[in-house]
């Protein structure tokens, strides 16, 4: 039996490796359509987000879309002002389910995970070509690499999407547990009806935590938000890649045998 053809040279195979990645490249800025000149949701966004900076500094504001969430909360998750801790629980278990649905529905992982393996393959090759003195090649990779900023331009721009249902719904939220805990936490309204059993030990949501200016419930319900985002937004986002593995680069994933 002849033997095999010698495996091709190193710098064939770089040089295939290249055109491979250009091609990705340029297949995927020509896959997108234009952008439409206006969108209602792009709209939207930027009034979400318009809106939680006024908020932010307007008590009058931020009081209205307290007072109007509170109609829709208190009813459901209030319990009478019984239990503020479970309340404080489960605001924080809708605000961060919904900001981590809309971050997800706004941010494109697939493409996200494309450009930044397209960006790593990149820059390996602009350095071996720098590196090889072809400066022919460098300035041919750089109609590439402008494309790819385009892609990451998109991709940030979709990530700032979700940022700003986050913003504003951080914002509306939060002031709403203090409405609640100042309006409806116990039958009677008194400072004392915040009063919480915290392991043996009873602790006024409405005071401050060791006299700093920081009130004791926004750091239970912080210790709350921030664990369930990261459970929530982690969750999601893997279960979105996982439904593309050649995103990242990995094998489609075998059917089990025997299934239909």
Do not use: C
Request: no cysteine.
């Amino acid at each position: 039996m002849a033997e095999e053809a010698p495996l091709p040279a190193s710098a064939s195979a770089e040089e295939a490796e290249e055109e491979e990645l250009e091609k990705e490249i340029d297949t995927e800025a020509a896959r997108k359509p234009p952008a439409p000149t206006f969108k209602i949701s792009t709209f939207l966004y930027t009034f979400l987000f318009l809106l939680g900076i006024l908020m932010l500094f307007d008590t009058s504001t931020r009081s209205g879309v307290s007072l109007t969430l509170d109609r829709l909360l208190s009813p459901s998750i209030g319990l009478g002002g019984r239990f503020p801790l479970v309340t404080m629980f489960l605001a924080a278990l809708i605000e961060m389910l919904i900001t981590a649905i809309a971050y997800n529905y706004t941010t494109d992982w697939v493409l996200a995970a494309r450009v930044q393996r397209w960006g790593a393959a990149l820059r390996k090759v602009q350095m071996e070509a720098l590196r090889s003195g072809k400066k022919d090649r460098v300035e041919a990779l750089k109609e590439h690499q402008a494309t790819l900023q385009k892609l990451s331009g998109e991709v940030t721009v979709a990530q700032l999407k979700g940022m700003a249902i986050t913003w504003f719904l951080v914002i509306a939220i939060y002031n709403w547990v203090y409405l609640y805990l100042t309006l409806h936490s116990g039958t009677i309204v008194t400072a004392h009806s915040s009063v919480v059993n915290l392991g043996g030990a009873y602790v006024n949501l409405l005071g401050h935590l060791g006299g700093l200016p920081i009130p004791v419930w926004f750091v239970l319900f912080s210790v709350f938000t921030v664990p369930l985002s990261l459970l929530f937004r982690r969750a999601l986002k893997h279960y979105t890649l996982a439904r593309h593995p050649a995103a990242v680069g990995l094998p489609p994933v075998a059917e089990p045998r025997g299934t239909a």
